[in-house]
């Protein structure tokens, strides 16, 4: 089976091409980082209109990359949510129309199921069950993922996810949009020992988040530094400790996570888990644990047609489809899935089982 993935949920327009058994034959993916710039932030109807431009010629180019027609492909999947509606409306309506016009089936796809599965495009892939962590710029989650469609969050954030956080404190250095990378290599050359933020939340039980103390935290000492001036070491300390108390509560959080559930492997997604430090971190947490800690490329880590291919190919060979009508979700529960009942080696290459 030869699965078209689309994927509009913000401000990526991610399309791939999936067969069973073979894998990811080819996918591109449009970033408009350079449109939303200017405002700081995405704006949901230049990032649909833009979806709009942009979708039916990478559509095109990827059948003609793959050597393959309209008539080669056999499933369309697309993102159906979470995500900002008139992007997913968007991905929704190509993709349906896509199926209709071939006579073929459609699925649409949790945006964050496409994330917790995408490790098992690699090589190097986790078995169930395992811990996820997923980390993006919407969302802040710890998940048990028992078998395909089988989840359950254990752990969100109360405020910012970790993405937004990175984001805001980025903007409050006056590193523009967006922000996670650019704060990334500014905190390279911050002095570990000049300031120490709180890791919150991490002295109480439970294994929920919160971010936006750490945000707080950040224009405190940004004010309190104004009078000896704002220069550009100081910065680089403010992104280091903000960096290290960021990605320490995670490493924290993961551990009490790995504990209570007693699971020895942990995967993270989503954009976040593209910050090299992090990995680092999380790498030297798990194995402290005697456990495996798993990641997707780089390239998978944000939002791609790949892992909505990859997803929508399990569950169209596990028997789902659409039917005549179709909308989108703004919210939509990872726990409110249900399971893939499907035959894995009929759909991961033999060399990654």
């Not at 913000?10 to 399309?15: K, L, R, S």
């Not at 059948?63 to 979470?82: C, F, N, Q, R």
């Not at 990334?184 to 002295?203: N, V, Y």
Request: hydrophobic share 40%; charged share 25%; with cysteine.
């Amino acid at each position: 089976m030869r699965v078209v993935g689309i994927e509009t949920s913000c401000d990526e327009t991610g399309v791939a091409l999936y067969e069973a058994g073979t894998g990811v034959l080819v996918d591109q993916v449009y970033s408009q980082v350079r449109l939303h710039a200017e405002y700081g932030g995405v704006v949901p109807e230049l990032a649909s209109r833009d979806h709009v431009r942009k979708l039916l010629p990478m559509l095109r180019r990827l059948l003609e990359s793959a050597g393959i027609s309209k008539m080669g492909i056999d499933g369309v999947a697309y993102t159906a949510g979470p995500g900002l509606v008139g992007a997913l409306l968007v991905g929704a309506t190509v993709g349906r129309t896509l199926a209709w016009a071939r006579g073929i089936p459609a699925i649409a796809i949790h945006h964050l199921e496409g994330h917790l599965l995408a490790p098992l495009l690699e090589e190097r892939a986790p078995a169930f069950p395992f811990l996820a962590l997923l980390v993006s710029g919407g969302h802040t989650l710890l998940v048990t993922v028992e078998r395909p469609g089988v989840y359950r969050i254990i752990g969100e954030t109360l405020d910012d996810a970790v993405g937004e956080a990175f984001d805001k404190t980025a903007s409050l250095l006056g590193l523009g949009y967006p922000g996670g990378p650019a704060l990334e290599r500014l905190a390279k050359s911050g002095d570990p020992d000049r300031f120490h933020f709180p890791r919150p939340m991490t002295d109480r039980p439970g294994l929920d988040f919160s971010f936006s103390g750490l945000k707080t935290q950040v224009a405190t000492t940004l004010r309190e530094t104004e009078r000896t001036g704002v220069d550009a070491q100081l910065r680089a300390d403010i992104a280091r400790a903000f960096q290290d108390a960021a990605i320490e509560t995670l490493a924290l959080k993961c551990r009490r996570a790995l504990r209570e559930t007693c699971y020895s492997r942990l995967i993270v997604a989503g954009g976040v888990g593209a910050n090299r430090s992090l990995r680092r971190r999380l790498e030297e947490m798990v194995a402290g644990e005697g456990g495996e800690v798993f990641y997707p490329r780089i390239q998978y880590c944000t939002d791609n047609g790949a892992m909505i291919a990859f997803a929508g190919c399990l569950r169209l060979l596990g028997g789902e489809r659409e039917g005549d009508a179709f909308n989108v979700r703004a919210r939509w529960s990872l726990e409110e899935l249900k399971p893939i009942e499907v035959d894995l080696d009929a759909v991961i290459p033999a060399r990654k089982r």
